[in-house]
């Protein structure tokens, strides 16, 4: 049975208790974070604006279940830029974070591995090797209302600074779907 409101029931991933599971409805464009069966809070997202699918170099964003596996921009204040997961020095002001130019990653990153080798582990469908994120977007006027990222899920930078907060200190996996 699905838990109200989710694309999937959460007890049918036999996750380790205690663990935090990370829901992105992609036609929703939307994320919940549940603790258990419980919902703690909802947050618009973005994801690619090509649908959903594994392959390297497709742009899309992966189906299934990923670990959060790793974590950047703790002691970043928001805004802050990053390329190749590396604060670049530059901080963007909240003006520039609606219909920037280019794409850019800032404020908070997690970083998610596939947990299920033949679908989105390994070889040509790694979605760690493919680098897929959640994070925060000099494109916040899409989060919520269009898929328009190149795979990963954008969040605004309040949110992923807040999501990051929130699960700073408790393993995380999220699905997909």
């Known amino acids: 049975m699905t838990a109200p409101g989710m ?17 992105v409805d992609v036609a929703r464009q939307e994320l919940a974070v549940l603790d258990g ?7 618009p997202v973005s994801t690619s604006r090509l649908g959903l699918g594994e392959l390297v170099d497709s742009q899309r964003t992966p189906r299934g279940l990923h670990r959060v596996v790793e974590r950047f921009g703790e002691r970043n ?29 800032l404020s908070r990153i997690l970083r998610l591995a596939g947990a299920r080798p033949g679908l989105n582990a390994g070889g040509a469908i790694d979605t760690y090797q493919r680098m897929i994120y959640l994070h925060g977007t000099n494109h916040e006027e899409c989060v919520g209302v ?21 699960i700073r200190d408790r393993e995380a996996w999220c699905w997909i779907g």
């Open 7 to 23: 694309p999937i029931d959460p007890s049918v991933l036999h996750l380790p208790r205690g663990d935090l599971l990370l829901v």
């Open 146 to 166: 269009t898929p328009s990222s190149h795979g990963c899920i954008r969040m605004t930078n309040r949110d992923i600074v807040a999501l990051y907060d929130r």
């Open 77 to 105: 204040e928001i805004g802050s830029v990053f390329v190749s997961r590396k604060f670049t020095g530059e901080v963007l002001p909240p003006a520039a974070w609606r219909e920037g130019e280019g794409d850019r990653i």
């Open 37 to 43: 069966m419980m919902e703690w809070t909802r947050f």
